[in-house]
């Protein structure tokens, strides 16, 4: 049931595009950021929400893509997933995860490097939670990630989703990262409940968004 409502909170390629236009408008370093998505201290409050459709496979997505090994994400970014983490849906710059619990969603896109992360991070989650309501957002924050050469924050926010089997409080925690030579940045997005062992998703989704942020450096 779990992962049917949090699936169903997922939008995985529509979101992007917009978001960018909105904000665009008018290496030998190895970065290395330990993310505990439990650490945000969510609001107390419960919002009440709508559901949201489950995305569809389109002709740019499979399945059941092939699992092991590093995705190819675009833009010259790969992500690694972590151990116990299977591939649910791949599209254009966009793979989808899950361990059976919480779902991954890593992502490429080509912007203006002058854009603000901790923005787009915001920007991101508040277009997730499109179709919920009184959703609960924490200010994004600047994140170290070990190099000069990219800009990165995160955030944190809190939807309650709804489906045919009931409804479940839903976090949500994301690293943005800017790579400042030429604009290609990467989001990380983790999707976890209550009772979600956020001492294991902190690891896994460390590993996961290390690998993109590797590749990221290495890149331009």
């Known amino acids: 049931m779990i992962i049917a409502i949090v699936a169903a909170a997922i939008v995985l390629l529509a979101a992007v595009g917009g978001i960018i236009m909105v904000l665009t408008r008018g290496g030998s370093d190895q970065p290395d950021v330990s993310i505990t ?7 107390t409050e419960e919002p009440t ?22 995705i190819d994400v675009g833009n010259g970014i790969e992500l690694v997933p972590a151990a116990g983490w299977e591939v649910k849906k791949t599209g254009k ?14 992502q490429s896109l080509q912007i203006s490097q002058s854009t603000n992360p901790g923005q787009l991070c915001d920007a ?10 009184n959703g609960k957002f924490q200010d994004p924050k600047d994140a170290d990630v070990g190099t000069t050469r990219l800009k990165a924050a995160t955030c944190s926010a809190q939807v309650t989703v709804s ?5 479940t409080k839903l976090f949500l925690f994301s690293l943005v990262s800017v790579r400042q030579s030429d604009g290609v940045s990467v989001i990380g997005t983790t ?4 009772n979600a062992d956020t001492d294991q998703l902190d690891k896994d989704f460390t590993s996961m ?9 290495a890149g331009g």
């Open 209 to 217: 968004i290390n690998s993109m942020l590797r590749s990221q450096t």
């Open 37 to 43: 998505p439990s650490q945000p201290a969510p609001p």
């Open 191 to 194: 999707y976890f409940t209550p």
């Open 93 to 106: 710059n966009v793979a989808q995860l899950s361990d059976g619990k919480s779902v991954f969603l890593g």
């Open 163 to 167: 489906g045919g089997q009931g409804s």
């Open 49 to 70: 929400g709508q559901p949201t459709p489950e995305p569809q496979p389109s002709a740019t997505e499979t399945s059941k893509p092939p699992t092991g090994g590093a």
């Open 124 to 133: 991101w989650h508040r277009n997730i939670a499109e179709g919920t309501t």
